[in-house]
């Protein structure tokens, strides 16, 4: 390995991946990931392709289109207006139409269970 290591500014002169810029290196690396993944069965070397490409797509993506923080209130507030819901229409998860409104208002805090 140390060989192929030698000299790296060869290897991205080759055509080794490198950092995406813009969405249309984007499209490439995204196409070449999906080609490698529906491989039944990937040899080691298209194992680590698969690996190198999905760590450089992913870079880009956080980078160009971060997901910005939000709290579980206005999440469901959002997919409930997206969705057409009402407070009813959550009943089943929540158990009650109290807990549904005190969630909503902040003053209940979600459990899994």
Do not use: C, W
């Amino acid at each position: 390995m140390s060989t192929v290591l030698a000299n790296p500014a060869e290897m991205i002169a080759q055509g080794a991946p490198r950092l995406i810029h813009d969405d249309a290196e984007l499209e490439v690396y995204t196409n070449a990931l999906f080609h490698l993944t529906a491989l039944d069965n990937p040899s080691p070397s298209e194992a680590e392709a698969i690996e190198l490409l999905t760590l450089l797509v992913e870079r880009y993506e956080q980078a160009q289109y971060p997901i910005p923080a939000a709290n579980p209130v206005s999440v469901l507030r959002f997919l409930m207006e997206r969705q057409g819901l009402t407070q009813r229409n959550l009943l089943p998860q929540f158990g009650s139409e109290s807990a549904v409104s005190m969630f909503l208002s902040g003053q209940r805090k979600l459990t899994l269970g």
